[in-house]
């Protein structure tokens, strides 16, 4: 397992971007597959969006939030990063990156299947 470290979210506006960071500490980030969930009260963690690390192309993303949200790697810094745009009161959650170290299931969207995870960050988006 790798140990994930975020930083980034806060307070925004509707309408205003965030961007959210998650560095893997102590080690190269060798992890098959990063992703990107988020918890809000009351409510199951949900994926948001996933990729390959090694493929820019692969990402996939929750209905809602394509469009609007960006999942990236810089392999220098060993961080990968969520951009969001556009952000809605429905956004309001918990943040979380996560890492799976096996090709199983692909670019899964249970969180049962994710191995390593970040501590969470919230994210609040007023209206």
């Known amino acids: 397992q790798v140990q994930l470290v975020q930083s980034g979210g806060g307070l925004v506006q509707t309408g205003g971007s965030l961007r959210l960071s998650c560095t893997a500490s102590?080690?190269?980030?060798?992890?098959?597959?990063i992703a990107w969930f988020r918890q809000a009260p009351g409510k199951e963690r949900e994926f948001v969006a996933g990729?390959?690390?090694?493929?820019?192309?692969?990402?996939l993303y929750e209905d809602s939030v394509k469009g609007r949200f960006t999942i990236s790697r810089d392999n220098a810094r060993n961080t990968a990063y969520l951009q969001m745009n556009s952000l809605k009161p429905e956004d309001t959650a918990a943040y979380y990156c996560?890492?799976?170290?096996?090709?199983?299931?692909?670019?899964?969207?249970?969180?049962?299947?994710?191995?390593?995870w970040g501590q969470g960050t919230q994210v609040t988006v007023s209206s």
């Open positions: 990729m390959w690390w090694s493929d820019d192309s692969s990402a």
């Open positions: 996560a890492a799976k170290d096996t090709s199983y299931y692909g670019i899964s969207f249970y969180h049962g299947h994710y191995d390593s």
């Open positions: 102590g080690r190269t980030f060798s992890s098959k597959i």
